[in-house]
Antibody, heavy 120, light 106 residues
């Protein structure tokens, strides 16, 4: 069974750093692109960026370029999303997804989401 | 960036009735279009990809159609579990989403 299991909810202060994780199982982790999707409170879905764990090829949405870093460690089938300096506007639910296709495809499996709250 | 526009924002439908949701792309995405369903407190779930192919386990009452810039998701006879928010997503050029259509009980 394919699963994407994300790390737990986080409460941070503005200026803090943070890394959240997404562990894949039940499939060949290095053979599919993984993406990250943001959902701000009461809002819609936004594509942030993607990574190919096989060679760590990474692409970012223009809206998130320079704001976050996406990485992966294939030996432990885990992808990461990290911030160096959080802002209150980073408060959101973040989902990791498995992408069908080469870089640009549909999202067939979703993680359960990680809620990030940034507040002073 | 390709902009996806969904209409209406909210659709009020009685159980058993048909629901028709629309999605328009700012430029052609051929058939590279997916639909997702999201219920409160849950992650989105893939319904349709390739504009018209149902994902594994999705009931036949969900039908996707369209190509190019105009797409439709039809739910033939709404069940109680279908009241949710629906998003379209183009993946012809990366992956932008529409703003969502909320299907609520009339």
């Amino acid at each position: 069974e394919v699963q994407l299991v994300q790390s737990g909810a986080e409460v941070k202060k503005p200026g803090d750093s943070l890394r959240i994780s997404c562990k894949g199982s039940g499939y060949s982790f290095t053979s599919y692109w993984i993406g990250w999707v943001r959902q701000m409170p009461g809002k819609g879905l936004e594509w942030m960026g993607i990574i190919y764990p096989g060679d760590s090829d990474t692409r970012y949405s223009p809206s998130f370029q320079g704001q976050v870093i996406i990485s992966a460690v294939k030996s432990i089938s885990t992808a990461y999303l990290q911030w160096s300096r959080l802002k209150a506007s980073d408060t959101a639910m973040y989902y990791c997804v498995r992408i069908m296709g080469y870089r640009s495809g549909w999202y067939d499996y979703w993680g359960q989401g990680t809620l990030v709250t940034v507040s002073s | 960036e390709i902009v996806m526009t969904q209409s209406p924002a909210t659709l009020s439908v009685s159980p058993g009735e048909r629901a028709t949701l629309s999605c328009r792309a700012s430029q052609s995405v051929t058939s590279n279009l997916a639909w997702y369903q999201q219920k409160p407190g849950q992650a989105p779930r893939l319904l349709i990809y390739g504009a018209s192919t149902r994902a594994t386990g999705i009931p036949a009452r969900f039908t996707g159609s369209g190509s190019g810039t105009e797409f439709t998701l039809t739910i033939s006879s709404l069940q109680s579990e279908d009241f949710a928010v629906y998003y379209c997503q183009q993946y012809d050029n990366w992956g932008t989403f529409g703003q969502g259509t909320k299907v609520e009980i009339k």
